[in-house]
């Protein structure tokens, strides 16, 4: 007759581990003998060792005491919907090594490969690293609400890079937004490319058009993004203003009075 750390250690599990399975009701407990010790025979080194086996393979506790009184029908039935689930998990974890592996892969986090490109050609044209990363959590934001349209509207984004007016723009916004001096002159500038680039696009036909247009909340987090980014974002949307612009994010024209 084996005492519970000789059981333990034949079965190859720990004393905890046996006491833990006693409590859930896995594994009978016998009653002491009259030294005051509980001795286990080889029936329970037998149930034990199975324990052990199933839990090893992934089996949860809670199935394995069925799966001990199942016939091998039932058995292998049990076998298969535990099968099943594992395949299931496995799975499951793949995608989050795939998501974990993007976590130092920078701009790629939640956003597609058009995106990153852009990301990389904005980095080409002289875009500093801080006007970058609020450009890609902008993108973020964008990618998260219209997932099937922002592949669409990259290539014409990669075009309007060609713009030397709007290569100057993020030229100056990073200027601004690396420097902790308040660039009112800067802030100017950027407010005068922006409503000449406002106003190409009205004359164009480009400013936002379709349901996209109608859809607030993307434009609000956008304007609320770049203020906490910065908040010099504010005075440069009262900048927008008094051009008679909304702001830069969607930019619609500000009726004038009469």
Not at 85 to 93: A, D, F, K, Q, V
């Amino acid at each position: 007759m084996l005492t519970i750390g000789q059981l333990a250690a034949y079965a190859g599990v720990t004393v905890r581990a046996v006491r833990h399975y006693h409590q859930i009701g896995l594994l009978p407990e016998p009653e002491r003998d009259a030294s005051g010790y509980r001795r286990y025979g080889a029936t329970a080194v037998v149930s034990l060792i199975k324990i052990r086996t199933l839990a090893d393979a992934g089996v949860p506790l809670s199935q394995i005491s069925r799966m001990l009184d199942a016939d091998a029908a039932a058995f292998a039935e049990a076998v298969r919907r535990i099968d099943n689930h594992l395949c299931g998990e496995i799975e499951r974890l793949e995608t989050s090594r795939k998501q974990i592996a993007q976590l130092t892969a920078g701009d790629s986090l939640a956003l597609p490969p058009e995106v990153v490109a852009y990301l990389d050609r904005l980095r080409d044209i002289g875009a500093s690293k801080r006007m970058v990363e609020a450009e890609r959590d902008g993108w973020i934001l964008v990618a998260a609400r219209w997932p099937d349209r922002v592949r669409e509207w990259i290539p014409a984004k990669l075009a309007e890079l060609e713009n030397p007016q709007l290569v100057r723009l993020y030229r100056v916004l990073s200027e601004i937004f690396d420097s902790d001096a308040g660039g009112e002159p800067l802030l100017a500038e950027a407010a005068d490319i922006m409503a000449g680039l406002a106003e190409q696009a009205d004359s164009s036909g480009d400013l936002i058009a379709g349901e996209e247009a109608h859809d607030d909340l993307p434009f609000d987090l956008l304007d609320a993004l770049a203020v906490e980014t910065d908040p010099r974002a504010e005075r440069l949307r009262d900048l927008m203003r008094e051009r008679g612009w909304t702001g830069w994010n969607r930019m619609e024209r500000l009726e004038r009075p009469d």
